[in-house]
């Protein structure tokens, strides 16, 4: 009789992905992001625990997206307090903070769950091409 094998969290190994959003879709570079974070994958894949890599992508300012998205897209935020609604689209959120672009789509494709914060903390998004975790390349996957 075959017994089955429950994933424990000691069985966690993490790995490093390094993605250069340079000239890459947002959907489709949020979609790549978020099978990494989640962990879908390993072989060893279970949806109760954190099983994800470490994911860095640089260069957001240069992300591309399709369309007439960099008019039309748009950003929302609200204070709470009426009357104070703000809007932004893609360009104007690109110029002022390129992380929100590539965070919410990334934040969106998640699973919502106790897990998403988790997941999140093991991504690093940085506007330009240089960043602090050059000691983690040596083994890491470049994408």
Same mark, same amino acid.
């Given at each position: 009789?075959?017994? @089955?094998? !429950? @994933?424990?969290? *000691?069985?966690?190994?993490?790995?490093?992905?390094?993605?250069?959003?340079?000239?890459?879709?947002?959907?489709?570079? /949020?979609? /790549?992001?978020?099978?990494?974070?989640?962990?879908?994958?390993?072989?060893?894949?279970?949806?109760?625990?954190?099983?994800?890599?470490?994911?860095?992508?640089?260069? *957001?300012?240069?992300?591309?997206?399709?369309?007439?998205?960099?008019?039309?897209?748009?950003?929302?935020?609200?204070?709470?307090?009426?009357?104070?609604?703000?809007?932004?689209?893609?360009?104007?959120?690109?110029?002022?903070? *390129?992380?929100?672009?590539?965070?919410?789509?990334? @934040?969106?494709?998640?699973?919502?769950?106790?897990?998403?914060?988790?997941?999140? !903390?093991?991504?690093?998004?940085?506007?330009?091409?240089?960043?602090?975790?050059? !000691?983690?390349?040596?083994? !890491?996957?470049?994408?």
């Amino acid at each position: 009789m075959n017994s @089955t094998h !429950a @994933t424990t969290k *000691s069985e966690q190994k993490y790995n490093w992905h390094f993605i250069n959003a340079d000239n890459k879709v947002l959907g489709r570079l /949020s979609a /790549s992001v978020c099978v990494l974070l989640t962990g879908k994958n390993k072989v060893n894949y279970v949806p109760y625990l954190n099983m994800g890599d470490k994911v860095v992508v640089y260069n *957001s300012k240069k992300v591309a997206v399709t369309g007439t998205k960099e008019l039309h897209k748009m950003y929302y935020s609200h204070s709470g307090t009426v009357g104070n609604l703000r809007t932004k689209n893609l360009g104007q959120v690109r110029e002022h903070n *390129s992380k929100r672009i590539i965070l919410d789509s990334i @934040t969106g494709m998640l699973p919502k769950n106790r897990l998403r914060n988790d997941r999140l !903390a093991n991504l690093y998004i940085y506007e330009d091409d240089k960043h602090p975790h050059t !000691a983690q390349m040596k083994g !890491a996957t470049n994408e």
